[in-house]
T-cell receptor
Framework: SQTIHQWPATLVQPVGSPLSLECTVEGTSNPNLYWYRQAAGRGLQLLFY??????ISSEVPQNLSASRPQDRQFILSSKKLLLSDSGFYLC????????????FGPGTRLTVT | GNSVTQMEGPVTLSEEAFLTINCTYTATGYPSLFWYVQYPGEGLQLLLKATKADDKGSNKGFEATYRKETTSFHLEKGSVQVSDSAVYFCALGSGGGADGLTFGKGTHLIIQP
């Protein structure tokens, strides 16, 4: 069966510090991968998606970036965090094609102080 | 473009009450429709889905019917429990794009004993 992991589970970082969040998927190959952010009390905002190694599409211009160095690994990064980057970050995967359903990881709670 | 509209709540009910959470959508073509549930501090879980008109998705006592004529996918449960307290997201996928699902803003459901 497929599983998706995210780490760390929680993170407290000062403004201006760098960020690296990691997501890995097991039990499938060549998945589509997604990063979402969920601000407190609000809905989901799609940040990035990827259909293959090295292929990243950005939905929202901001100081975050994403990379996919391996087929089942998706990394969210920032060189300098802003207070507004605080939120709950969710990684998800799908099989792509005509199957739209996505499967989510447990999330990372990021607090920028 | 695609969009999903759902009541944001919070929706507060007593245990064993009947639940309806409305969801309507706008989409090109023939979308697939989903309900996701998010418990506090966790990622989203796929609750149920329907891929064509008049399909009924069901899981854990929840049901939703794909109504193309009214572009709706309302979530229902006959008798809610305290453990059903969560945020519920309606979502659609269409167009074959890898950018995946369009989500509603989520409905916060609170069940009181």
């Amino acid at each position: 069966s497929q599983t998706i992991h995210q780490w760390p589970a929680t993170l407290v970082q000062p403004v201006g510090s760098p960020l690296s969040l990691e997501c890995t998927v097991e039990g499938t190959s060549n998945p589509n991968l997604y990063w979402y952010r969920q601000a407190a009390g609000r809905g989901l905002q799609l940040l990035f998606y990827s259909v293959g190694i090295g292929q990243i599409s950005s939905e929202v211009p901001q100081n975050l970036s994403a990379s996919r160095p391996q087929d089942r690994q998706f990394i969210l990064s920032s060189k300098k965090l802003l207070l507004s980057d605080s939120g709950f970050y969710l990684c998800a995967w799908s099989n792509g094609g005509s199957s739209y359903e996505q499967y989510f990881g447990p999330g990372t709670r990021l607090t920028v102080t | 473009g695609n969009s999903v509209t759902q009541m944001e709540g919070p929706v507060t009910l007593s245990e064993e009450a009947f639940l309806t959470i409305n969801c309507t959508y706008t989409a090109t073509g023939y979308p697939s429709l989903f309900w996701y549930v998010q418990y506090p501090g966790e990622g989203l879980q796929l609750l149920l889905k329907a891929t064509k008109a008049d399909d009924k998705g069901s899981n854990k006592g929840f049901e939703a019917t794909y109504r193309k004529e009214t572009t709706s996918f309302h979530l229902e449960k006959g008798s809610v429990q305290v453990s059903d307290s969560a945020v519920y997201f309606c979502a659609l996928g269409s167009g074959g794009g890898a950018d995946g699902l369009t989500f509603g803003k989520g409905t916060h459901l609170i069940i009181q004993p």
